[in-house]
């Protein structure tokens, strides 16, 4: 814990120095940091209870007779059966019955296996890969394997590596983290298109995903809390509830950029409902009609909302006009440049074209939404150049 707060300390200290240089493309915002996903005592806690754990599963086999106390000594035996009599293996459908006989040494070689961690071991470097990737294979002959046992890892993987990440997703993995969704959906992508038996249209993936789509729902409804103060509260910076707003709101965009990593995992009506329906239009929208931030502060939280949504929902759209699930969010956008303009048609020269500037943002969001049909409207209104709906 000390740790990690000293690690924050020293990064809000560099912010705190870096404060007057020229703004960076990418910034940092409270909220988004990975100091928020887990703490040191936690992992501490984590690692004792683990190396428990792997201590009591080091003597599983102590009492197990020494012909089937291990799985290289298994696959031998059958190895040499299908190598010396392949008609009888055959006859008796062994290769269907190898991934249950091997699950449980896979599961149990597995048992510390985290793929949420950024330097976990590859499954394919570990031991029971290694093991069974060329069973059966006769290297004098060299004979391609024509039979079931092709097919042998993708079934172990189907039956031992799966459930295993079905239990972390549902269990263990934080939608919240950053770090373990990118690991998580890198891996799946990687299942669904390497191994058959997960493939897009297999029960294990579909199973699989249905968890996510859970535990992503229970982030939605549980994780992502802005409050709506009232406004002489949160422009008193001494109470403190500007600064948690604006916490809870990066937090809120930063479980969006998470959602959408499971595009093209996860259906897009799906996608649309968690990202749209609840994320954008029930918290993030409510919350910029309340602010007390600055216009351009508005704007650039709002180019983070688009631009963490997939590009491809917007590429190649037929018509002139958004999705339906983002109505409500461009809506807000043709008001709030309304609301820019307001405030700034009777400024400073400067100042109307600073006004102007900031409405040109909000009509290059509309048109990468493809609400062509708004950003036309606001380049009328407001008499913008040509280049804003490019």
């Known amino acids: 814990m000390v740790d990690r707060e000293a690690r924050s300390?020293?990064?809000?200290?560099?912010?705190?120095?870096n404060r007057d240089k020229p703004v960076k493309e990418e910034e940092h915002h409270e909220g988004m940091s990975t100091d928020d996903e887990e703490t040191e005592s936690a992992i501490q806690w984590f690692k004792g209870e683990a190396g428990k754990v792997m201590q009591e599963a080091s003597v599983m086999f102590e009492d197990v007779h020494d012909e089937f106390c291990s799985m290289e000594i298994i696959r031998q035996r059958f190895e040499k059966w299908k190598l010396t009599d392949k008609a009888s293996y055959s006859q008796a459908y062994v290769g269907l019955c190898l991934p249950k006989l091997f699950a449980p040494f896979v599961r149990l070689q597995m048992l510390d296996w985290n793929p949420l961690e950024s330097e976990e071991k590859d499954f394919e470097?570990?031991?029971?890969?290694?093991?069974?990737?060329?069973?059966?294979?006769?290297?004098?002959?060299g004979e391609v394997r024509k039979d079931d046992d092709v097919n042998l890892i993708p079934r172990v993987v189907e039956k031992a590596l799966v459930p295993k990440l079905q239990y972390l997703l549902g269990n263990v993995w934080d939608p919240m983290s950053r770090q373990q969704s990118t690991q998580i959906v890198g891996l799946v992508k990687r299942l669904r298109d390497?191994?058959?038996t997960v493939s897009e249209d297999?029960?294990?993936?579909?199973?699989?995903?249905?968890?996510?789509?859970?535990?992503?729902?229970q982030a939605v409804d549980k994780d992502v809390f802005l409050p709506l103060y009232p406004k002489s509260l949160v422009e008193n910076r001494a109470t403190g509830a500007f600064a948690f707003i604006e916490h809870q709101f990066w937090s809120c965009i930063k479980l969006l950029g998470n959602i959408t990593l499971w595009h093209g995992l996860i259906p897009d009506p799906t996608l649309h409902e968690l990202c749209c329906d609840s994320l954008l239009n029930?918290?993030?929208?409510?919350?910029?009609?309340?602010?007390?931030?600055?216009?351009?502060?508005?704007?650039?939280?709002?180019?983070?909302?688009?631009?963490?949504?997939?590009?491809?929902?917007?590429?190649?759209?037929a018509g002139?006009?958004?999705?339906?699930?983002?109505?409500t969010f461009c809506w807000f956008l043709g008001k709030f440049a309304g609301e820019v303009h307001k405030a700034g048609e009777?400024?400073?020269?400067?100042?109307?074209?600073?006004?102007?500037?900031?409405?040109r943002r909000v009509t290059l969001l509309l048109a990468h939404l493809n609400a062509i049909e708004h950003a036309e409207k606001l380049v009328e209104q407001y008499e913008l150049t040509s280049k804003a709906t490019t």
């Open 202 to 217: 297999s029960k294990s993936l579909q199973e699989l995903l249905m968890v996510v789509v859970k535990k992503l729902k």
């Open 125 to 141: 470097q570990m031991e029971w890969f290694e093991t069974l990737a060329l069973f059966g294979y006769d290297a004098e002959s």
């Open 282 to 317: 029930r918290y993030l929208v409510l919350s910029l009609q309340h602010t007390v931030c600055k216009h351009a502060d508005v704007i650039y939280k709002c180019e983070k909302a688009v631009f963490a949504l997939p590009g491809q929902w917007f590429e190649g759209r």
């Open 346 to 359: 009777n400024g400073t020269e400067a100042g109307r074209r600073n006004t102007k500037e900031l409405i």
């Open 9 to 17: 300390r020293r990064r809000r200290d560099k912010r705190e120095r």
């Open 194 to 196: 390497e191994y058959p």
């Open 320 to 327: 002139n006009k958004a999705m339906k699930p983002l109505e």
